[in-house]
């Protein structure tokens, strides 16, 4: 049907975040976001603007995904609990990062910030 969206915008944002991630910003072009997303141009415009808005929904993504388990941890009000094996996950995430995709991939900000495009 014409004009409705038809993707799920999570789904969407998750693949462009793993490309971003992978490449950076500079690195990465309309067409690896089309390839990626599995959308063409027009709807990726039409739904985030342009690539920057894409990336900026990709970031949001990241920190929601992310922080938000972390402050979840950290907000515990005994503070033993809260820093309670915040060592052994950081480790275990570096590792299951490592692991899922060989080449080391950096934060999504310190490669937006190196690589800006």
Known sequence: MAGTKQFDHGTVVDRAMMLFWRKGYGGTSIQDLEKATRLRRGSLYNAFGDKQGLFVAALKRYETT????????????????????????????????????????????????????
């Open 66 to 117: 992310v922080s938000q388990e972390r402050v979840k941890q950290l907000s515990n009000p005994d503070p033993y609990r809260a820093i309670e094996g915040v060592p052994e996950r950081a480790g275990r995430s570096a590792s299951r990062h490592r692991r899922a995709n060989r080449r080391h991939r950096r934060c999504h900000v310190r490669r937006a910030a190196a690589c800006p495009g």
